[in-house]
């Protein structure tokens, strides 16, 4: 596990540069997976992406949670990353696979299948694991849409979980599966303010096994953190 500490100001640029770096590591992958999750986390590594000196064409995103809205709901995730990356780039945007609902003919398309839908996607365009997954972390340790204690977290048999009764506004949800996200090749970890200090201190002391971050921390292959916040190392 890889900490990567500066202040707000210097997140995005490093994450600019960790993206970059990323991208031209392993040319002879095509397409690089790369599975966003939204959140306010999002409005810091989303402005990252964009202004990366990449080619995005051997790049295919993903998206490592979702809530069951419109896309041009302000909740949507693939809403943020449509306005602040996809859009910009226009004609050189990567290819997206956002996870969709059929919201044009109601009951048409349960959460459910929509769930399977996407862990179909996933199967027919990822070999086998994602190379990276840019991930937030809510301040009661929860990561993608899965939440401390829900039994979202017990699904081993997908890389997909539907997400009916999440505790946090909007309660209809899709979600990477824990074990799919602990595949990925690369995790980065993103923490930002004094709110999410006390969840993020308690994963990275292992002093507990009861988030869905600490869990990460503790098996996932390769994870940095980037976060503005000084952390005790013990």
């Known amino acids: ?22 991208a031209h590591a392993d040319v002879a992958v095509t ?37 069951a809205v419109p896309a041009d709901d302000p909740e949507s995730n693939y809403g943020v990353a449509e306005r602040m990356l996809l859009g910009p780039l226009g004609a050189t945007a990567p290819q ?56 979202a977290l017990m699904a081993d048999d997908s890389r997909v979980v539907a997400v009916e009764d999440a505790p946090k506004p909007p309660p209809q949800r899709l ?14 970890l993103i923490a930002v303010g ?4 006390p969840v993020l201190q308690a994963a990275l002391s292992r002093t507990q096994r009861a988030t869905p971050l600490d869990l990460l921390l503790l098996q996932a292959k390769d994870v940095t953190v980037f976060t503005d916040q000084v952390i005790r190392r013990v």
């Open 31 to 67: 397409p690089q997976s790369c599975a966003l999750s939204g959140g306010a986390t999002a409005l810091i590594f989303l402005g990252a992406l964009r202004n990366a000196n990449v080619d995005w064409s051997r790049i295919a995103l993903f998206w490592a949670d979702e809530r």
């Open 194 to 197: 004094p709110r999410k200090l």
């Open 175 to 188: 979600t990477l599966s824990l074990p799919f996200v602990l595949r990925t090749k690369k995790i980065w």
């Open 1 to 22: 596990m890889e900490l990567v500490v500066a202040r707000i100001d210097e997140l995005r640029p490093r994450l600019t540069e960790a993206f970059e770096s990323w």
């Open 96 to 151: 997206a696979f956002p996870m969709s609902f059929d919201f044009a003919t109601p009951g048409a398309t349960s959460l459910a299948t929509a769930a399977m839908k996407y862990d179909a996607t996933l199967a027919r365009e990822v070999k086998g694991s994602l190379d990276l997954a840019l991930l937030g972390v809510g301040e009661d340790g929860h990561i993608c849409s899965l939440f401390p204690g829900h039994r």
